[in-house]
């Protein structure tokens, strides 16, 4: 089974009101209109599926794909698909919002939880996301109850190239004037704690989530950027900078021909151009497209010289090892 290039589920338009025109104008995408917030670039959930553009499963979308396929391109047994691979231009800031963990989102949602990480990709000058509270001893539920949650957020400012991880119940918000790639479990499960006091078209308030949100949130989360850690390789180097039960999110540097072999499904996103080979075939990437790698798949290359984002399902056991004391510079990988 040969890799899978992806064509995109796009959310836009009203259904992301915050969205710009960056994935168009930067990351070559054919959204259906300028506002579009977000390019789901290896999807599987119900009704937002991304479609395969290459080899024997062409023109499907990968929910049907992983029907009778799913040991072979995920490399577990049947379950609910576990990633989600999405791009997103915030024009204007998001709501500021909470995941739950699985458990929680299991028994109100029906849902996989959600837990998720950022790579920064572009930013205006300044600008900021909410990540996080500001350490206090008072309970966040009286915070909520005299209106002052906003003055309770940790703003930080961003710029390209950071890395940050949003475990579940961590409140967070994307800024206006950045534009990321987000790798996240397969849920959209999402309590929204506040919305800048903004109203619809229709005059009212978008709906608030504010009970869950109390439910879920951890105040205790008080993170920095991701430090990263990185490992030489055939034909360049490998930035780590997430490894959790979830998911495992590096950076590639290509500096040639790098061979990439992983025991599970694993997606790569160049940001330059590059070729992916393996044996018996092979397929051009342009900037910001994304490939599937199926699990049954252990003969790919990619060959150019650029940076490629790369996210797959974890082995902490090989990562521990492999980095030692550095462990501590990835995210997740040592709790």
């Not at 395969?52 to 029907?67: C, N, P, V, Y």
């Not at 996301?129 to 309970?139: V, W």
């Not at 940790?154 to 918000?173: L, R």
């Not at 989360?221 to 959790?244: P, W």
Request: net charge negative; aromatic share 8%; proline share 6%.
């Amino acid at each position: 089974m040969e890799p899978m290039k992806m064509r995109p589920y796009y959310r836009y338009g009203e259904m992301t009101p915050w969205g710009g025109d960056a994935l168009r104008r930067m990351f070559g995408k054919d959204a259906p209109e300028d506002r579009a917030g977000e390019s789901l670039e290896v999807s599987a959930l119900e009704g937002m599926e991304s479609v395969i553009l290459s080899g024997e499963f062409t023109g499907m979308t990968l929910a049907a794909a992983l029907r009778n396929h799913y040991a072979e391109i995920v490399g577990e047994e049947n379950g609910p698909f576990p990633l989600l691979l999405k791009l997103l231009d915030a024009r204007d800031t998001l709501s500021v919002q909470v995941h739950p963990g699985d458990d929680y989102a299991r028994e109100h949602d029906g849902k996989l939880g959600k837990t998720e990480a950022w790579m920064v990709l572009s930013a205006d000058p300044g600008a900021k996301i909410a990540y996080g509270l500001k350490p206090t001893d008072e309970k966040l539920s009286g915070i909520v109850a005299r209106g002052e949650f906003e003055q309770a957020l940790n703003f930080v400012t961003v710029a390209p190239g950071d890395v940050y991880y949003i475990p579940h119940g961590m409140v967070h918000a994307l800024g206006g004037g950045v534009q990321v790639y987000e790798i996240q479990q397969s849920s959209d499960a999402t309590y929204r704690f506040w919305d800048w006091g903004r109203v619809g078209r229709d005059g009212k308030p978008r709906a608030l989530h504010t009970r869950k949100a109390l439910d879920v949130t951890r105040p205790e989360l008080h993170m920095g950027k991701v430090a990263g850690a990185t490992i030489l390789t055939e034909g360049g180097s490998v930035t780590h900078y997430v490894c959790d039960e979830n998911f495992s999110f590096m950076r590639l540097n290509v500096a040639g021909t790098m061979p990439l072999s992983f025991p599970k499904m694993a997606f790569v996103t160049p940001l330059g151009p590059c070729e992916l080979s393996w044996d018996g075939g092979s397929m051009e990437l342009a900037p910001f497209e994304t490939a599937l790698i199926p699990a049954c798949q252990n003969t790919v290359r990619i060959k150019g010289r650029l940076p490629a984002l790369c996210s797959t399902l974890p082995d902490r056991e090989s990562l521990r090892a492999g980095l030692g004391y550095r462990a501590e510079d990835v995210a997740g990988l040592t709790e």
